[in-house]
């Protein structure tokens, strides 16, 4: 019997009746499920680095764009606010497009 301990998508359970299995599962807290959501991002992040192929790394953006609602809703705030965080933050110290990697900053 494997022991997940983790936190899944709304409709694992769904899936997992439908195969014809039972489980056990709980309601986090607030607290908790903050935290859970942390631990998940690492997850996805890691699987979005050993993705093998564009469309692998796709789902796996995926799953982490999902993460980011829900933290945002953690934090009491839309999508759109974060957006807009972002897209401020883009206008004043640019965004990854150009490639630019800093190498070393020499104090003179």
Known sequence: MPIY??????????VIEKVGKTFTVRTLSNEEYRQELRKKAF???EEYV??????A???ELADLLEIVHALAQCHGVTIDQVEAVRAEKAEKRGGFQEKIFLIEVHDE
């Open 50 to 55: 050993r993705a093998e192929d564009d469309a």
């Open 43 to 45: 997850e996805e992040l």
């Open 57 to 59: 790394a796709i789902e």
């Open 5 to 14: 301990n983790k936190l899944v998508r709304d409709k694992i359970p769904q």
